[in-house]
């Protein structure tokens, strides 16, 4: 079984920076396509980016788009999410997520992948 953990989460304000890790076990991460999904109270998980096993590949949701970016370092088996200009609506739980395989477009469904983090909090004060 492989383990993802994720960090980096806090509070910050409006407008504010945060840079979230996801570390994850195993040799083999740098064949994992990673994604990164997010779920507020009350609300269901939503999509927010994935990267490809070679980090050559990105998708983010239209809601975070020009505004977060998605990176990997496979040498330290972690994938990053850098995230500028938060907003309150961005205030979530964060899970990290590994696929075995590759989904290409359909990274954006969280059945594709295999092993999930435990979630780190973000909190986006207006």
């Known amino acids: 079984q492989v383990q993802v953990v994720e960090s980096g989460g806090g509070l910050v304000q409006a407008g504010g920076s945060l840079r979230l890790s996801c570390a994850a076990s195993?040799?083999?991460?740098?064949?994992?396509?990673m994604g990164w999904f997010r779920q507020a109270p009350g609300k269901e998980r939503e999509f927010v980016a994935a990267?490809?096993?070679?980090?050559?590949?990105?998708l983010y949701a239209d809601s975070v788009k020009g505004r977060f970016t998605v990176s990997r370092d496979n040498a330290k088996n972690t994938v990053y999410l850098q995230m500028i200009n938060l907003k309150p609506e961005d205030t979530a739980v964060y899970y990290c997520?590994?696929?075995?395989?590759?989904?290409?477009?359909?990274?954006?469904?969280?059945?594709?992948?295999?092993?999930w983090g435990q979630g780190t909090q973000v909190t986006v004060s207006s």
């Open positions: 997520a590994a696929d075995r395989g590759y989904s290409g477009a359909y990274a954006y469904r969280s059945v594709v992948y295999d092993y």
């Open positions: 195993g040799r083999t991460f740098s064949s994992y396509s």
């Open positions: 990267i490809s096993w070679s980090g050559g590949s990105t």
